[in-house]
C-alpha cells in the first residue's frame, strides 16, 4: 500500500531555532518528492520537489534531503521565524500519473 | 501569471442539501485540474482530477461527482450532502503528467461545514 508517514506530528520550537522534519514513504513506483508549507485555513504552497536522481535541493531556508535507498525524506528549517509557523506536508509522487500521496503533515509552531 | 480560484470560500449546508462547488484557472490553456478534499487532522484526498473538458477520473467512490464543462473550469457537486462530508475542499491545477514533475499549484479552498 502506497503510505506516506510523517513525524513528528506537531513541534513547538523557539524563534530563531533550527528544526528537522521527517518523511517516510512507502510508494511505488516513485517518481518525486515534494514538501508544501500550509498556512492554517490556506492552500499548500510548494517548497520543493525532488526527483530520484536529487538527494538535497534548497529553497532560502528550507533544505530538503531524500535518501531513495532508505525512502526517507526530511526537511529542515533553518533560524526559524514566526512566519513559519504551519503545517508541512511530504507528498509523494506515483509513476508517471501525477497523482500525488500526501502525508498528514507535520504542525509547527514558531513561538518567539 | 497563472492564478486559481475558488468559491464560496466558506459554506454551511445542512444534511441532505446540494452542493456545488467551482474552481476557476486564470493564464494557462488545457490544464490538468483536481478536486482534493483535507479533513481534519488527515492528509489531502485527492477525490477527482481531470485532464481535459469532459474527462473525469474519480478516485474515492462517493456521492460527490464532478464536471468541467469550460477547459479551465471544474465543478464539485453532490445531489445530497452527508455530515461525512465536511471538510476543506482545495482544487489545484498543473501543467501535465508526462515529462514531469510539474508542479500542483492549489487553490485557497472551500471550509464546507455540513449540519
Known amino acids: 500500500k502506497n503510505q506516506v508517514e510523517q513525524s513528528p506530528q506537531s513541534l513547538i520550537i523557539l524563534e530563531g531555532k533550527n528544526c528537522t522534519l521527517q518523511c517516510n514513504y512507502t510508494v511505488s513506483p516513485f517518481s518525486n518528492l515534494r514538501w508544501y508549507k500550509q498556512d492554517t485555513g490556506r492552500g499548500p504552497v510548494s517548497l520543493t520537489i525532488m526527483t530520484f536522481s536529487e538527494n538535497t535541493k534548497s529553497n532560502g531556508r528550507y533544505t530538503a534531503t531524500l535518501d531513495a535507498d532508505t525512502k526517507q525524506s526530511s526537511l529542515h528549517i533553518t533560524a526559524s521565524q514566526l512566519s513559519d509557523s504551519a503545517s508541512y506536508i511530504c507528498?509523494?509522487?506515483?509513476?508517471?500519473?501525477?497523482?500525488?500521496?500526501f502525508g498528514q503533515g507535520t504542525t509547527l509552531q514558531v513561538k518567539p | 501569471s497563472q492564478t486559481i480560484h475558488q468559491w464560496p470560500a466558506t459554506l454551511v449546508q445542512p444534511v441532505g442539501s446540494p452542493l456545488s462547488l467551482e474552481c476557476t484557472v486564470e493564464g494557462t490553456s488545457n490544464p490538468n485540474l483536481y478536486w482534493y478534499r483535507q479533513a481534519a487532522g488527515r492528509g489531502l484526498q485527492l477525490l477527482f482530477y481531470?485532464?481535459?473538458?469532459?474527462?473525469i477520473s474519480s478516485e474515492v467512490p462517493q456521492n460527490l461527482s464532478a464536471s468541467r464543462p469550460q477547459d479551465r473550469q471544474f465543478i464539485l457537486s453532490s445531489k445530497k450532502l452527508l455530515l461525512s462530508d465536511s471538510g476543506f475542499y482545495l482544487c489545484?491545477?498543473?501543467?501535465?503528467?508526462?515529462?514531469?514533475?510539474?508542479?500542483?499549484?492549489f487553490g485557497p479552498g472551500t471550509r464546507l461545514t455540513v449540519t
Open positions: 489545484a491545477w498543473s501543467r501535465g503528467t508526462s515529462g514531469g514533475p510539474y508542479e500542483q499549484y
Open positions: 507528498v509523494v509522487s506515483s509513476g508517471n500519473t501525477g497523482k500525488l500521496i
Open positions: 481531470s485532464v481535459g473538458i469532459g474527462q
